[in-house]
């Protein structure tokens, strides 16, 4: 979409364009899309019926936003999101530092453009996503970096301190007539913390004791961790005061709707020779390592674990399956249950343990990795169907997996197994020997879970099942 073509202010006075806020901007462009069908936050998914609904009453009131959540949870893309309501292209003064509106400057460089130019005032147009910017807040961001300071090269030249030419705007002044998000916002010093409360309220800043006037015309929107945003001293109350709305995200409910943002959310790379498969019930045991660490006691749930991790173990996955693939010169990477040791170097980075000297973290992500397991097998096949598999256990069998082995090998060790077949051909999309050797995996291990046959890791890393 190209901006219109009007160049000056008196092209833009002609076309009748008339000012408005950005929350009335905002407001206006919700309603719109309220009464037709246009779709909104198509990235963001199981927010329907709880988060979304709020952000649009926010919007509707004209609210600054506070967005508390768990790491992971969409803040920042739900932030980045809301450009969707602002106009398509905005007019702004030619040049301006703080997109003076040029129906209306602010700073004293837009107003003198304006007066001496008139009609002549030359525009530029801004198009929505320029109107966005975001800013991560550490302990040592600055009022400079937020508000603005004293240049000294325009002090030196002659101008007093108090003359608002002498200022260098920082980044919210820089957002005028946008979308300002700040990320982790406890983590922002009191001081500066301080300072946001006019720009919040009187649209007046302080820099280095003089007071400039300044209308900013922003919609502000912070994110924090429920732990740090409501713990004493970690964020001044008179600034929470400040937000209209605080509306608190949430992981996904389901693992359906997480298998789903992962398909979304993940790489997806492409090996010549080679088709990746995920089979479903790996996809969900991957997702449910994700869903029982969110509820684990050996989990600090107080930074929460993010989708982030579904999404990485499942890339990682596919990938190991793929070197298995080119070692072996097969055309299907599959997952298997073997392959879940390559999550570990994945998951231990995104997860907090609190085993308080209870144990080695990678024995409590075992556990869960286990637990995940276990639900999905009872979730997915009938145990009762698996009588003649444990039969065969009972005279005798022993069947021998590993990562690297070929997929053939497991069909040869369970061939004589007949009533098998017709509980691997409901976890299979294909009777190929990579998927079949997946499923059997799965079958196996789901039955040690529950404790019906043994397992025993060899120190060649290959894993046998018996009695």
């Given at each position: 979409?190209?901006s219109?073509?009007?160049?000056?202010?008196g092209?833009l006075?002609?076309?009748g364009?008339t000012?408005?806020?950005v929350?009335?901007?905002?407001r206006?462009?919700?309603?719109?899309?309220?009464k037709?069908s246009s779709?909104?936050?198509?990235?963001?998914h199981?927010?329907e019926?709880?988060?979304?609904?709020q952000?649009?009453?926010a919007?509707?009131?004209?609210?600054d936003i506070?967005?508390?959540?768990e790491?992971?949870?969409?803040?920042?893309?739900?932030?980045?999101?809301?450009?969707?309501?602002?106009?398509p292209?905005t007019?702004?003064?030619?040049s301006?530092?703080?997109?003076d509106?040029p129906?209306a400057?602010i700073?004293?460089?837009?107003?003198?453009?304006v007066?001496?130019?008139?009609?002549e005032?030359?525009?530029?147009?801004?198009?929505r996503?320029r109107?966005?910017?975001?800013k991560?807040?550490?302990?040592?961001t600055?009022?400079a970096?937020?508000i603005?300071?004293?240049?000294p090269?325009?002090?030196?030249?002659?101008?007093?301190?108090?003359?608002?030419?002498?200022?260098?705007f920082?980044l919210?002044?820089?957002?005028?007539?946008?979308?300002f998000s700040l990320?982790?916002?406890?983590?922002?010093?009191?001081?500066i913390?301080?300072g946001l409360?006019?720009?919040?309220?009187e649209?007046?800043?302080q820099?280095?004791?003089?007071?400039?006037?300044?209308?900013?015309?922003?919609?502000?929107?912070a994110?924090?961790?429920?732990?740090d945003?409501t713990?004493?001293?970690?964020?001044?109350s008179?600034?929470?005061?400040r937000f209209?709305?605080?509306?608190?995200?949430?992981?996904?409910?389901?693992?359906?709707?997480?298998n789903r943002?992962?398909?979304?959310e993940?790489?997806?790379?492409?090996?010549?020779?080679?088709?990746?498969?995920m089979p479903?019930?790996?996809?969900d045991?991957?997702?449910?390592?994700?869903?029982h660490?969110?509820?684990?006691p050996?989990v600090?749930?107080?930074?929460?674990?993010s989708?982030?991790?579904t999404?990485?173990?499942?890339e990682?996955?596919?990938?190991?399956?793929?070197?298995?693939?080119?070692?072996?010169n097969?055309?299907?990477?599959?997952?298997?249950?073997s392959?879940?040791?390559?999550?570990y170097p994945t998951?231990?980075?995104?997860i907090?343990f609190?085993t308080?000297?209870e144990?080695?973290?990678?024995d409590?992500?075992?556990?869960?990795?286990?637990?995940a397991?276990?639900?999905?097998?009872?979730?997915?096949?009938?145990?009762?169907?698996?009588?003649?598999?444990?039969?065969a256990?009972?005279n005798g069998l022993?069947v021998?997996?590993?990562?690297?082995?070929?997929a053939?090998?497991?069909?040869h060790?369970v061939?004589a197994?007949?009533s098998?077949s017709?509980?691997?051909?409901?976890?299979?999309t294909?009777?190929?020997?990579?998927?079949?050797?997946?499923?059997?995996?799965?079958v196996?291990e789901?039955?040690?879970?529950?404790?019906k046959v043994?397992r025993?890791?060899?120190a060649?890393?290959e894993?046998?099942?018996s009695l």
């Amino acid at each position: 979409m190209t901006s219109p073509p009007i160049s000056n202010l008196g092209q833009l006075r002609e076309s009748g364009y008339t000012s408005r806020s950005v929350r009335d901007e905002l407001r206006a462009n919700l309603i719109d899309q309220l009464k037709g069908s246009s779709p909104m936050f198509e990235a963001i998914h199981g927010f329907e019926d709880t988060v979304i609904p709020q952000l649009q009453n926010a919007i509707l009131a004209g609210h600054d936003i506070i967005l508390l959540g768990e790491r992971g949870q969409a803040k920042t893309r739900i932030a980045r999101s809301l450009t969707q309501f602002l106009d398509p292209w905005t007019p702004v003064v030619a040049s301006s530092e703080v997109n003076d509106d040029p129906l209306a400057p602010i700073s004293h460089a837009g107003k003198a453009i304006v007066a001496e130019r008139g009609d002549e005032t030359p525009i530029d147009w801004l198009a929505r996503d320029r109107r966005y910017a975001e800013k991560l807040a550490t302990p040592d961001t600055t009022v400079a970096d937020l508000i603005g300071e004293v240049d000294p090269i325009k002090v030196a030249e002659g101008r007093y301190l108090s003359n608002e030419e002498t200022i260098a705007f920082g980044l919210i002044p820089r957002t005028n007539r946008g979308i300002f998000s700040l990320n982790e916002l406890p983590d922002l010093a009191e001081r500066i913390q301080v300072g946001l409360l006019n720009i919040l309220e009187e649209q007046d800043v302080q820099i280095r004791g003089f007071q400039v006037r300044l209308p900013i015309d922003i919609m502000v929107v912070a994110s924090a961790n429920p732990e740090d945003y409501t713990n004493r001293g970690r964020i001044i109350s008179p600034l929470k005061d400040r937000f209209g709305s605080q509306i608190r995200t949430h992981y996904p409910e389901s693992v359906d709707l997480e298998n789903r943002i992962v398909q979304q959310e993940r790489t997806h790379f492409a090996i010549p020779g080679i088709e990746p498969v995920m089979p479903r019930f790996m996809q969900d045991v991957v997702t449910e390592i994700s869903h029982h660490a969110r509820r684990s006691p050996m989990v600090s749930q107080r930074s929460g674990v993010s989708v982030r991790m579904t999404v990485a173990n499942t890339e990682v996955l596919l990938a190991t399956s793929s070197r298995r693939a080119l070692r072996k010169n097969e055309s299907l990477a599959v997952p298997r249950i073997s392959d879940l040791d390559a999550i570990y170097p994945t998951s231990m980075g995104k997860i907090e343990f609190e085993t308080f000297g209870e144990g080695r973290d990678e024995d409590a992500l075992e556990r869960i990795v286990g637990d995940a397991i276990r639900t999905v097998f009872l979730k997915m096949v009938d145990p009762s169907l698996l009588d003649p598999l444990l039969t065969a256990f009972e005279n005798g069998l022993t069947v021998t997996v590993s990562d690297t082995a070929d997929a053939f090998s497991y069909i040869h060790q369970v061939s004589a197994v007949d009533s098998l077949s017709d509980v691997i051909s409901t976890l299979t999309t294909s009777n190929s020997p990579q998927e079949t050797a997946s499923a059997i995996e799965f079958v196996l291990e789901g039955l040690h879970q529950l404790r019906k046959v043994s397992r025993r890791v060899r120190a060649d890393a290959e894993t046998r099942y018996s009695l």
